[in-house]
């Protein structure tokens, strides 16, 4: 049964390539505010994990979770290189549906 080291370290390939793969022109910029982000959530994330590992949570309440943390995305790198608001939410919101997608990939 995968735990949530397995989880991490499929994080740690799944960011790099949302970023490669949508944020080609803001590639390190992207990554550095995706992993302080992940930073912020790790003990959220490894408590719902564990929840969703053992069916306490379904797809739709774990997504809810996750998606509620979005305020604390802070993006300042990005902020710094002038994306627009509109950039920055699809960024939020690509990193958590990535987030998201992994853990169902390794829990479920």
Known sequence: MADFNDYLAALRT???EFV???????KTAALK?????MQQVEAD??????LLARGD????DFEWLVAGKKDLAELDTLKRKG????ALERFVNGLIDTIVTTAFKIFL
């Not at 490669?20 to 803001?26: D, Q, R, T």
């Not at 505010?33 to 982000?37: E, G, I, L, Q, T």
């Not at 949570?57 to 739709?60: A, E, I, S, V, Y």
């Open 83 to 86: 994306l627009s608001r509109v």
């Open 45 to 50: 994330l490894q408590r719902w994990t564990a």
């Open 20 to 26: 490669a793969y949508s944020w080609k022109n803001e």
């Open 14 to 16: 799944e960011l790099p």
């Open 57 to 60: 949570l379904t797809r739709d």
């Open 33 to 37: 505010d995706a992993r302080a982000f």
